[in-house]
Nanobody
Framework: HVQLVQSGGGSVQAGGSLRLSCAASGYPYKSNCMAWFRQAPGKEREGVAVIYTSGGGTYYADSVKGRFTISQDNANNTLHLQMNSLKPEDTGMYYC????????????????????WGQGTQVTVSS
């Protein structure tokens, strides 16, 4: 049973910073991608950033390039998202996600297919 447990988030003024974390446990599948997605009210879920866990390469949505940084702590099986220079349009529910290598039918982003999700954490940026 895959578990992705999120922490962090909250409310901040525009220009501020927040850090999200996602602790992974119980993986019966091989995973080579982890990511952060977000969903604003009334909008579809969108990919924010991906990290390719074997090599450490990353991929970002254009809207967050240069402001957000995705990273992994392999020792603790934890994924992070450092968000700087936050804007009101960054407001939404943020979800971490993991793929199951070789298994398809989930949500595609950054050349990976994501099937397992964290519980979500709210990020609110006020102007």
């Amino acid at each position: 049973h895959v578990q992705l447990v999120q922490s962090g988030g909250g409310s901040v003024q525009a220009g501020g910073s927040l850090r999200l974390s996602c602790a992974a446990s119980g993986y019966p599948y091989k995973s080579n991608c982890m990511a952060w997605f977000r969903q604003a009210p009334g909008k579809e879920r969108e990919g924010v950033a991906v990290i390719y866990t074997s090599g450490g390469g990353t991929y970002y949505a254009d809207s967050v390039k240069g402001r957000f940084t995705i990273s992994q702590d392999n020792a603790n099986n934890t994924l992070h998202l450092q968000m700087n220079s936050l804007k009101p349009e960054d407001t939404g529910m943020y979800y971490c996600a993991a793929n199951r290598q070789g298994v398809y039918g989930g949500v595609w982003f950054g050349a990976c297919d994501f099937r397992d999700w964290g519980q979500g954490t709210q990020v609110t940026v006020s102007s």
